[in-house]
């Protein structure tokens, strides 16, 4: 069983996804791609079927940056409706249900070069400051990666309206 926990519903698609809050020196880890450079994005990707969401996050961890992190903690739960902006979900109405977390990043981290989109696309690590002008997602690192809180925190997204 090693399939991505992507799955068709009527129109649109249902993601479970993890992503990973690896901070350095004040600065937060993130990913781009060349084919949609204009955002960025956590690291991350989506849970295989049978796996937990904590042995996923470890997994993309790994497949994107060539380092195994331990997980700090769980920090937030997102529910997150978009529209698909990838050459394989284009215009598709997505539900993803994503859990981020902090990770326990080594004193020594120097992370790879990265890894490669479900459509060819190739991606990058870029560091960032929390408020460095680029658009980035989730919105909500933004403000809560500033000061976060020792619970885990749940958002909403709904960019259908």
Known sequence: MNRDMSVPCEEGIINLRVGAIIMKDGKLLMVGNTARPEYLYSVGGRIKFGELAEEAVVREVKEETGVE??????????????????????????????FFFFMKVPEDFNPG??????????????????????????????????????????FITDDRK
């Open 69 to 98: 992190m331990e997980i700090g903690r769980l920090g937030f739960v997102h529910e997150n409706y978009f529209y698909g902006d990838s050459a394989t979900n284009k215009g598709k109405l997505i539900y993803e249900i994503s």
């Open 113 to 154: 070069k990265g890894d490669f989109t479900d459509d060819g696309a190739e991606e990058y690590l870029r560091w960032i400051d929390l408020d460095d002008p680029v658009k980035y997602y989730p919105k909500f690192f933004r403000e809560e990666l500033k000061h976060p809180a020792t619970g885990v925190k749940h």
